[in-house]
Nanobody, 120 residues
Framework: QVQLVESGGGLVQPGGSLRLSCVVS????????MGWYRQPLGKQRELVAT???????NYADSVKGRFTIYRDNAKNTVVLQMNNLKFEDTAVYYC??????????????WGQGTQVTVSS
C-alpha cells in the first residue's frame, strides 16, 4: 500500500508565498514522475507542475515564473514553492506520483489534497 500526504496549505494574501510538501510512504520500489495538480471550486482538476525522476520539470503556463517544483529523492518528498500568489491560485492542491511497487507494478497515486486560499 502507498500513501501520499500533503502539507503546507493555508490562507495567504495576494503576492504572498506558500510551500507545499508531499511525502510518499509504503511498499515502494521506485518513485517515477511526481507532480502537483489543483482543482478550483466548481472547476476541473488541472496540471500545475510535474518533475521526472531525473529532475526535468513541466509547468502550466499560468504558474511559470512564480512556482517551482523540486524533489528530495532520499526523503521521498516533492515540494511546490509558490510565490507571488494570485486570487486565481485558490484551489485544492493534490500531490500525484507514478510509483513502481515492490511487485514491479506501476500505478498512479493521489494525495487527499490541501486547501490553498488567496484572499485580501
Amino acid at each position: 500500500q502507498v500513501q501520499l500526504v500533503e502539507s503546507g496549505g493555508g490562507l495567504v494574501q495576494p503576492g504572498g508565498s506558500l510551500r507545499l510538501s508531499c511525502v510518499v510512504s509504503g511498499s515502494i520500489f521506485r518513485i517515477n514522475r511526481m507532480g502537483w495538480y489543483r482543482q478550483p471550486l466548481g472547476k476541473q482538476r488541472e496540471l500545475v507542475a510535474t518533475i521526472s525522476s531525473g529532475g526535468s520539470t513541466n509547468y502550466a503556463d499560468s504558474v511559470k515564473g512564480r512556482f517551482t517544483i523540486y524533489r528530495d529523492n532520499a526523503k521521498n518528498t516533492v515540494v511546490l514553492q509558490m510565490n507571488n500568489l494570485k486570487f486565481e491560485d485558490t484551489a485544492v492542491y493534490y500531490c500525484n506520483a507514478d510509483i513502481t511497487s515492490r511487485s514491479f507494478r506501476s500505478e498512479d497515486y493521489w494525495g487527499q489534497g490541501t486547501q490553498v486560499t488567496v484572499s485580501s
